[in-house]
C-alpha cells in the first residue's frame, strides 16, 4: 500500500488567559491569545491563584492525496518540546472543522464542544526533541476520509483529557510542541491508504458494478440483461449504456 507524509501547513494555540475560578477559562467563547505558524501548546493548568488553558490547532492539505484514495491507516507525528508538567494527562486528537485556515481567538470556544477522541496518547510516554506519535482510530480516519472527498483540508484540536472532561486541574498538565515553522521538526501526518480504483468495472451475475469517481462502489441491475462484448459493456432496455 502506498504511504504517504503531509506536513502541517499552518499549527498553534489559543489561550484562554487566567482566572481564579476554572469555570470562567475553561467555557469562555473566546480565547485572550491565538497563535498561528509557530510552536503547538496543550494545557490545562492551575498555578495558585489562577486557572489557565492552551487548545492546540492544526490544519493540514488532504489534496496531496489522490482523489478516490481509501484511507487504511493514519499517525499523526508532534516533535516533543518540552514538558512542563507535574501530573501526566491524555493529549486528545479532536476534530477541528470549526477552525479557521489562520487561527482565531473564537477557535477557542469553538473546540470546546470537539469532544470525540480521533486518537490520543499518555504523556508519561512524551519525548523531548523526537517524535510523539498519535494513532488515529476510526473515527478519525473516517474524518480525514470524508475531507478527502470533498477535496478540503482537514482540521485537528488538541485537548487534554482532562479539559475535555471538564475536570478542574490542581497543579500543571503542559506539554508543547515544534510547529509548522520548525524545518524537519513540522507536524505531519503518515497516511496509508489503497489507491484509487475509479473506472473499473465488472459483472457479477446478471448485474453491472463499478468505482464512481469518489472510489465507490456502485451496482446496476439490469431490467432484461446485460451483454458483455469485449471491452464494452452493454445495459439494454431502457437501461444506460456504458463503454
Not at 60 to 71: K, M, S, V
Not at 79 to 107: E, M, N, P, Q, R
Not at 183 to 193: A, E, Q, S, V, W
Not at 198 to 223: P, R
Amino acid at each position: 500500500m502506498p504511504i504517504i507524509e503531509i506536513e502541517a501547513e499552518n499549527s498553534g494555540y489559543i489561550y484562554s488567559g487566567i482566572n481564579a475560578t476554572y469555570a470562567t477559562v475553561h467555557d469562555v467563547a473566546s480565547g485572550n491569545l491565538v497563535i498561528n505558524d509557530d510552536a503547538i501548546q496543550v494545557c490545562n493548568a492551575f498555578t495558585n491563584p489562577y486557572y489557565f488553558l492552551y487548545r492546540g490547532a492544526l490544519v493540514f492539505d488532504t489534496t496531496l492525496l489522490p482523489a478516490g484514495a481509501t484511507i487504511t491507516a493514519i499517525t499523526l507525528s508532534l516533535y516533543g518540546h518540552t514538558d512542563k508538567s507535574d501530573t501526566d494527562v491524555d493529549i486528545t486528537i479532536v476534530d477541528g472543522s470549526d477552525l479557521a485556515d489562520t487561527f482565531v481567538v473564537a477557535d477557542y470556544g469553538d473546540l470546546l464542544d470537539e469532544v470525540t477522541s480521533y486518537g490520543e496518547y499518555d504523556t508519561s510516554g512524551f519525548t523531548a526533541e523526537a517524535y510523539n506519535v498519535i494513532t488515529l482510530n476510526a473515527a478519525g480516519i473516517a474524518a480525514l476520509q470524508t475531507a478527502i472527498t470533498a477535496g478540503a483540508k482537514i482540521r485537528f484540536g488538541l485537548r487534554t483529557s482532562t479539559d475535555i472532561a471538564n475536570t478542574t486541574p490542581t497543579d500543571r498538565e503542559w506539554v508543547s510542541y515544534y510547529g509548522s515553522d520548525t524545518i524537519g521538526k513540522k507536524p505531519k501526518l503518515t497516511i496509508t491508504y489503497n489507491e484509487p480504483r475509479k473506472g473499473q468495472a465488472w459483472i457479477e451475475g446478471s448485474n453491472f458494478h463499478f468505482f464512481d469517481e469518489y472510489n465507490v462502489e456502485k451496482i446496476l441491475a439490469a431490467a432484461n440483461s446485460i451483454v458483455s462484448n469485449e471491452s464494452e459493456i452493454v445495459c439494454h432496455e431502457d437501461n444506460v449504456v456504458y463503454v
